[in-house]
C-alpha cells in the first residue's frame, strides 16, 4: 500500500511563509501528474497546485505567484513553497495523483494562518 507523509506545517503569521514536504513510498518518476490539495474547515477539499512528470506546473487562482510547487524524484518527495501566506490559506494540506487520487489519503498536515 502506497503511504504519502505529509509535513512541515504549522503556525505561521500573515505574511510569512512555510514548506511543506510530501514523502511517497514509492517512487514518483512515472506519476504523471502530482498535486497540493487543501481543505479548510466547512469547505470541500480543493487542488492547490499540480506538476507534470515533465516538471510543468499549474495553480490555483488564489494561490498563484505565492506558492510554488516541485519534486524531487531521487527523494520521492513533492514540495510546495507557501510564501505571503493569508488567513485563508488557513487548511489541512495533503497530497496526491492529479486528477483522480489514486492512493489512501495520508494525515496531510496542518497549516494556520494568523491575521
Known amino acids: 500500500q502506497v503511504q504519502l507523509v505529509e509535513s512541515g506545517g504549522g503556525l505561521v503569521q500573515a505574511g510569512g511563509s512555510l514548506r511543506l514536504s510530501c514523502a511517497a513510498s514509492?517512487?514518483?518518476?512515472?506519476?504523471?501528474?502530482l498535486g497540493w490539495y487543501r481543505r479548510a474547515p466547512g469547505n470541500q477539499r480543493e487542488l492547490v497546485a499540480a506538476?507534470?512528470?515533465?516538471?510543468?506546473?499549474n495553480y490555483a487562482d488564489s494561490v498563484k505567484g505565492r506558492f510554488t510547487i516541485s519534486r524531487d524524484t531521487a527523494k520521492n518527495t513533492v514540495f510546495l513553497q507557501m510564501n505571503s501566506l493569508k488567513p485563508e490559506d488557513t487548511a489541512v494540506y495533503h497530497c496526491?495523483?492529479?486528477?483522480?487520487?489514486?492512493?489512501?489519503w495520508g494525515q496531510g498536515t496542518q497549516v494556520t494562518v494568523s491575521s
Open positions: 514509492v517512487s514518483i518518476v512515472s506519476i504523471d501528474l
Open positions: 496526491n495523483t492529479v486528477p483522480v487520487a489514486l492512493y489512501s
Open positions: 506538476i507534470t512528470s515533465g516538471g510543468r506546473t
